[in-house]
């Protein structure tokens, strides 16, 4: 059998538990040519990496792995992909806008390295609060606003699929959701585009539970951060960030939640949002307009509000 070609290099920034985590998925892809892990800290991309591929011929993927320590970004040029997970996670009680000042300026430096290194790249941020550290790295990098993304709608609405099967004890791919919005408070889940089998939610579900989904839901990372207690959830953003690179990569045109800049679509204009995107080569392609209800828009264009003031003010963070 011919070995498959893999193509490309995508780089993730910070090798904690979710870069790690995200960087092995990519790996285990087998569709890139390298995989590179970058962090601060000396030694731990390097040894991560190493560790990964001696796992090659036990998982049977040629994708090289590749740290690179000490704040370098030697080894990371001409990516294809970036992926920026630098930055501090949560700790219990706290919200993801605490983490705002902080993050900022780890963010603003990673993009403006990565302007540097990789000024063809498609971006892909995951650093919370998610939707202003988007909009940040976008300003820093100077890139089209097509080519910086962010993860949050994968995410969110793989948690809401997730807690809809659990509720209803049947398989997860049996269940199609989908949530926009922000990344936080005003996330909107979108009950009126959710099927179990084909079947509207509505139908299966009673109102009150639906309810009760969509807030667990809207908190989902909290739920895990007070349960760890010690950082925050990565195994289902890792999955979500790995997918939207693969996107990219593949140039298939995969449609996704994620967050994108919105201009004019659903009558909301210069923001960064949840919405669902096509995504290509060249980052996103198009957003999606989707059917939404009054009540769903109405949520949306909120949203878009509640995050349009808080990107205003990452300009000078």
Partial sequence: MAAKPRTGKVTVVGAGFYGSTTALRLAEYDVFETVVLTDIVEG????????????RPIEGFETQVVGVGGG?????????VVVITAGLPRKPGMSRMDLIETN??????????????SPDAVVIVVSNPLDEMTALAQLAT???????????GMLDTARFTNNVAEELGVP??????????????????????????????????????????VTRTR??????????????????PSAAAARMARAVIEDAGAV??????????????????????????????RVVEGDLSD????????????????QADVADL
């Fill in 172 to 213: 997860v791919g049996s269940v199609r959701t989908l949530t926009l919005g922000s990344h936080g408070d005003t996330m909107v889940p979108v009950p009126s585009r959710c099927t179990v089998d084909g079947k509207p939610l509505a139908d299966v579900l009673a109102a009150d539970r639906i309810e009760h989904l």
């Fill in 44 to 55: 731990k991309p390097e040894g991560i990496a190493l560790d990964m591929n001696q796992s």
């Fill in 219 to 236: 908190n989902g990372g909290a739920e895990v951060v007070a349960l760890l207690k010690t950082g925050s959830a990565y195994y289902a």
């Fill in 72 to 80: 370098s970004y030697e080894g990371t040029e001409g990516s294809d």
């Fill in 295 to 310: 009540s769903e828009l109405a949520g949306l264009r909120e949203a878009a509000e509640a995050v349009r003031a808080k």
């Fill in 104 to 117: 900022a300026k780890i963010v603003r430096q990673v993009a403006e390295n990565v302007a540097r290194t």
């Fill in 256 to 285: 996704m939640p994620v967050c994108a800049w919105v201009d004019g679509q659903y009558g909301i204009s210069g923001v960064y949002l949840g919405v669902e995107a096509e995504i290509g080569r060249g980052g996103i392609t």
């Fill in 142 to 152: 100077g890139f089209p606003k097509e080519r910086v993304m962010g993860q949050a």
